[in-house]
Structures are given as structure tokens and as C-alpha cells.
């Protein structure tokens, strides 16, 4: 019998947070302003997240159930950190924590004074701090809510066997609802009948609205948060956007973004059904075919009928999928996960959350957002660019397609004469583009986040999102006049020496649990570059999550594109089934090549960088 006493754990390191600050103030606490020392005896978790950001999103949801279940002792602080341009408006932030139900205090830090102060390097990132004001853990991208909540268990036991913990109310102070008709409304179906179909994203329905796009006929939803099929009042939805007539008369495909899943509606009933998706979000490993009700979907945002199939724009996995409905199959149609432009067959082509589609005889087209791009589809599945050049280069500017900028465009609406009607969201405009001239052009500004636009006769109606309604416009038979703007991200480049430059991803499973080898190695890691020739080595996909990187120093600046992954499962010999977890992240780190420069970048995926 051995009697010596376990190895205590390792302790860990212990930084002070530093303090909270952002140019925007704070929303979601009645108007007060909060620090660290109000928060101090909480366990404070640190979102920070922009809202154009899916993964960002999809952290939001897998928090919730940690908000509810701890809400006496656990403060989560979202902190706001712009990547476009209209991200940094303080109304544009104040429309996003209302329209994804963001239920906890955020700080709006247009500047990134906070993100510096972290030494954030990605969106999303969670921080967590203990009752003391010290920094406890880091983890980039999603997929960490277990290992947050098995964190919060333990420092609640620690700080209140020491007296530290502090349980009570949170800052939390709700905002007063609008009574408006719409509610962040996302996408619109013209109808048979004449009326329009809209989906009420933020308040989980579907709305019928006359042909003035005004009245309102019936809503289909309970307006409750939920994935119920049943009649159109019971029926339940979760953000909803993407909507398309499975034939002539229907019924209608439903994209139920954050169900991940695609539902039917009957319009003669209201009946809502499931047509593919389990309500479970797709990974990395889980099938990319099969029977569409027994695959895992992530975050699907429209849905178009091309090609005899129902495509989908596949946010949150930034690919392209197609469903079946002769067979009742889906199945990944262009795409291979990694967030980025890249044209060419599908298998090889590259999105970044592609959210809005619109089917041509011959072509798909597809609102690119997180490239500003607008990007098409031919019958043979080929993927091709018409505008936009990569994630960080975006604006308003009009004229040769080479040369013209977008930002953040979520829909695209195919027009009589074989032109396209982008709806450019951060924008606030409507812009055509011509294939036949490779010509971008601007039809409408002083618009509100349109996220869509439906062709009714000689008008186009926009989903105004951000003012909660359509709006008609008659087409223009000339082109507004703007003036051009140009924009690239606004996070600081790091500055890093050139020739040999060693990548660190630091990974630490959470507490017990270990990496999971049983099926050969649990970690993935892929670099690339841009431009390409920033990278003379190190370039393309492995294992080990270190690697040798050898810059060109014929390369003043560039982004590096990393992409890491790891699995890991609880540690328990006695658990036949041990519960699994994908951890993932992709960075784009802006980076200069100086003489003086780090040798060494090291991205957090979860732990403390030691």
C-alpha cells in the first residue's frame, strides 16, 4: 500500500488583470460604469468579441447556460473589440447586444485599449480572472465552455474556503424592450400570394407582412427560444435567417441559424418541421454527409434552390453545403473549413462565412462577408471572385471590380439583366455589379444594416435590419455618387524579426482531462501566409503545435494565417466513455518584419502562456 500523498497541482501563475477601459463606456448596466475592484470577490469572465465575428457568436451561446447556472458568483463582461469600421460605431454595438440577446454587462472599446492591455491576439477570447483580481486562464476560439465551467466550480471552492467569495446580483440591468413590428429582422421571401416572408431574428419568428411590407398577417414561432416542431404557435426557433421556396408554392426552407439546423415551414398551415440537422453544432471530425437529419450543421445563414438542391450558406464552418430533397441527404459542397479567399475547384476553395446566396440558371452567387467579397458558383462547382480581395482590405468604393470595396456584405439578389444587388451591410448601402462591364456601382445609401433585398417588379425591397423593417425603393436607372473610402483592419501589426521565427500555440487541457490519442494525434496545426512569399518556410499543415517559421526578409509586412486544433477527453480510467472536446481557433496576426523584432510568437489556444 503506498501512503505517500498525491502531487499537490501545479499552482497557477498569477497576473493582475488589468483594468477595464473603452472610449464607447459600458451597456447593459443602467449606466453605470464598472471596474475591477466593483467586481472584486466575483469570478470575472472577459469575452472579448466583435459582432461580425461567428465565432464569436457561437461563444456567446455556449456561455449562457455558465451565466444562468453560476449567476450568484460568476460576472461575464463582454468586451467589444472592432475589427470593420462600422464595428467601431457606438450605436452599431448598441443594435448587436440587443440583437444576439446578450445578457451581461459590455464594455465598447472602439479603440482596443482593452484587447492591448490583454495582449488579445484573436476574436473570440475569453479571460478569466479570480475573486482577487488576478488572471487565471486564457482561451482563444470556441469550444471552451466545459473547461470554463470546470474553472469556475473550482475557484468557487477555493475563494470560499478563504473567504474571498463574494455571492449576490450581478450588474446586469436589462434594457428596455422596443415595441416595434420587426426586430432585427434578417432575410425576406417574396411569397406567392404577394406578401412577404421575414424572419424576426432576434425575437426567434417568422412574420407573414402584407405586399405593403407592413401589415402583419400571422407570425409563425412561439417567439420563444427553443427547437420545437409543431404548429405555427408552438413552434419554436432560434435566430432564424435564410428563407427559400422549396418549389413554386413551397413549403419554405428555413435557415435556424443558431439551432444549426434547416427547418420547413407549410405556408397553408404554419406547420414547422426538421429537415436536416440535430441541433447540435458540427466539428471537427463529426460527417460531412449523410442522412440530413442525423448531421450536425453549424450556424447555417441563407438558403437558395440551385441546381435541383437546396445550398447553405454554412457560416460557421465558412463552406458551402447542399441539401437533398429527393433523397433527404446533405452533404459538403464547396469548402474545406479554413477562413479565407481562395478560388478553384470546391474541394480546394476557400470562404469566410459566406451569409447570403442568390441562384442564376448558371451561377450561385454568395455574400462572402468576413472577405467583403462577392464571390460565385458555376454548374460545375467551381468557385470564382467577383470582388474583394481577403480579410483585412474593405470600404466603399465603386468602379473596376479589381479594384472596388465592400464591407461585410450579408445578401445578394440576382436582378432581371443579369446583375447582382449586393446588400452591403456595414456600408448602409445597396451595390450592383455587372458582369457583363465588371463594373461595381452604388444604387441606395442611408440605408441601416440591409442584410437582404427582394425584387418586386421595377422595386427592390431592403431588410433594413438595424431600423427594424423593409424598405421599397424603385430601382435607379443611374448609379449614386460616393466618395470612396478604404479600410484595412485596425489592429496593430506585431513586430517580429525576419528569417527564423518560432510559432507557439500553446494548448493545456483543461483540468482532468488529457489529450485524446486514441485515434493518432489530437492536435492540428496549418500555416499559410499573405502575401504568399511572407513565408520561405514552415508553410502548410502538421501535429505539433510549435514550429520553425523562416520569414522572407524581402517582405516588410503580411499576415500570418494559423489555424490549431486540439481534442481532449476526461481522465478517467474508469469512464468507458469519456466525454470528448475540440478546441479551435484561427488567427490572422498582422505581422512587420523589424531588426529588433520577437523571435518568438506565442498564440494562446487555452492555459497561460508561461
Given amino acids: 500500500m503506498n501512503d505517500a500523498a498525491p502531487a499537490p497541482a501545479p499552482r497557477r501563475v498569477r497576473v493582475r488583470a488589468p483594468e477595464l477601459i473603452g472610449k464607447g463606456g459600458w451597456l447593459n448596466?443602467?449606466?453605470?460604469?464598472?471596474?475591477?475592484?466593483?467586481?472584486?470577490?466575483?469570478v470575472v469572465i472577459l469575452d472579448f468579441w466583435t459582432f461580425c465575428c461567428i465565432n464569436c457568436l457561437h461563444v456567446l451561446d455556449e456561455l449562457r447556460e455558465l451565466e444562468e447556472k453560476h449567476r450568484d458568483t460568476v460576472v461575464i463582461i463582454g468586451v467589444h473589440s472592432p475589427k470593420f469600421v462600422h464595428e467601431a460605431e457606438h450605436q452599431a454595438v448598441v443594435d448587436a447586444v440587443e440583437r444576439y440577446g446578450v445578457e451581461h454587462p459590455v464594455l465598447d472599446d472602439p479603440e482596443l485599449a482593452t484587447w492591448k492591455q490583454y495582449a488579445v491576439r484573436a476574436w473570440p477570447t475569453l479571460v478569466a480572472i479570480d475573486p482577487e483580481g488576478y488572471v487565471v486562464a486564457q482561451h482563444a476560439g470556441e469550444g471552451h465552455a466545459h473547461a470554463i465551467a470546470r474553472l469556475v466550480e473550482e475557484l468557487e471552492a477555493e475563494h470560499a474556503a478563504k473567504g474571498t467569495l463574494r455571492r449576490g446580483d450581478g450588474p446586469y440591468v436589462a434594457p428596455e424592450p422596443e415595441p416595434t413590428a420587426l426586430r432585427f429582422p434578417g432575410k425576406a421571401l417574396a411569397l406567392p400570394n404577394g406578401n412577404f416572408l421575414v424572419s424576426d431574428t432576434t425575437r426567434h419568428q417568422l412574420v407573414e407582412l402584407e405586399a405593403d411590407g407592413e401589415t402583419v398577417v400571422r407570425r409563425i414561432g412561439s417567439g420563444v427560444r427553443g427547437f420545437v416542431d409543431g404548429p405555427a404557435d408552438a413552434a419554436g426557433f432560434s435566430e432564424p435567417q435564410g428563407l427559400a421556396l422549396l418549389g413554386a408554392d413551397g413549403p419554405v426552407v428555413v435557415a435556424d441559424t443558431v439551432n444549426h439546423a434547416l427547418r420547413r415551414v407549410d405556408l397553408a398551415t404554419g406547420e414547422v418541421t426538421t429537415l436536416a440537422g440535430t441541433g447540435r453544432q458540427w466539428w471537427q471530425g463529426s460527417p460531412t454527409s449523410g442522412p440530413a437529419r442525423e448531421v450536425?450543421?453549424?450556424?447555417?445563414?441563407?438558403?437558395?434552390?440551385?441546381?435541383?438542391?437546396v445550398w447553405i450558406a454554412m457560416a460557421g464552418v465558412h463552406q458551402l453545403w447542399a441539401y437533398d430533397p429527393a433523397d433527404g441527404t446533405v452533404e459538403v459542397a464547396a469548402g474545406t473549413t479554413n477562413e479565407g479567399l481562395v478560388d478553384g475547384p470546391p474541394a480546394e476553395a476557400w470562404f469566410a462565412q459566406p451569409s447570403g446566396l442568390a441562384a442564376t440558371a448558371d451561377r450561385l452567387w454568395v455574400a462572402d462577408s468576413e472577405t467583403s467579397a462577392l464571390r460565385w458558383v458555376g454548374l460545375d462547382g467551381?468557385?470564382?471572385?467577383?470582388?474583394g480581395t481577403g480579410l483585412f482590405d474593405f470600404g466603399h468604393r465603386d468602379g473596376a471590380a479589381g479594384q472596388a470595396l465592400l464591407q461585410h456584405p450579408l445578401g445578394v439578389t440576382a436582378l432581371p439583366d443579369g446583375s447582382v444587388a449586393i446588400s452591403d451591410t456595414y456600408n448602409h448601402a445597396l451595390r450592383r455589379y455587372d458582369p457583363a462591364t465588371?463594373?461595381?456601382?452604388?444604387?441606395?445609401?442611408?440605408?441601416?444594416e440591409p442584410s437582404d433585398a427582394v425584387l418586386v417588379g421595377d422595386d427592390i425591397v431592403v431588410v433594413e435590419s438595424a431600423r427594424h423593417r423593409l424598405t421599397r425603393l424603385r430601382l435607379p436607372e443611374e448609379a449614386v455618387r460616393v466618395e470612396s473610402v478604404a479600410h484595412r483592419t485596425q489592429r496593430a501589426a506585431?513586430?517580429?524579426?525576419?528569417?527564423?521565427?518560432?510559432l507557439d500555440v500553446i494548448f493545456q487541457a483543461p483540468a482532468g482531462q488529457k489529450l485524446d490519442t486514441?485515434?493518432?494525434?489530437?492536435?492540428?496545426?496549418?500555416?499559410?501566409s499573405t502575401p504568399p512569399e511572407l513565408l520561405l518556410d514552415g508553410e502548410g499543415a502538421g501535429t505539433d503545435l510549435s514550429r520553425a517559421l523562416e520569414l522572407n526578409p524581402a517582405v516588410t509586412e503580411g499576415v500570418l494565417h494559423v489555424s490549431a486544433m486540439a481534442a481532449s477527453c476526461d481522465d478517467d480510467p474508469s469512464n468507458e466513455y469519456p466525454a470528448c472536446h475540440v478546441h479551435q481557433q484561427d488567427w490572422g496576426v498582422p505581422v512587420r518584419l523589424t531588426a529588433g523584432g520577437a523571435r518568438r510568437l506565442p498564440l494562446v489556444l487555452a492555459g497561460m502562456d508561461d
Fill in 29 to 42: 448596466t443602467g449606466g453605470n460604469a464598472l471596474t475591477l475592484a466593483d467586481l472584486r470577490g466575483r
Fill in 296 to 309: 450536425d450543421l453549424s450556424s447555417p445563414w441563407d438558403v437558395a434552390f440551385f441546381g435541383g438542391r
Fill in 382 to 387: 467551381s468557385v470564382h471572385t467577383a470582388v
Fill in 438 to 448: 465588371g463594373e461595381v456601382t452604388t444604387l441606395a445609401t442611408d440605408l441601416r
Fill in 494 to 502: 506585431t513586430e517580429v524579426a525576419p528569417g527564423g521565427l518560432r
Fill in 518 to 528: 486514441r485515434y493518432g494525434p489530437s492536435t492540428r496545426l496549418l500555416v499559410s
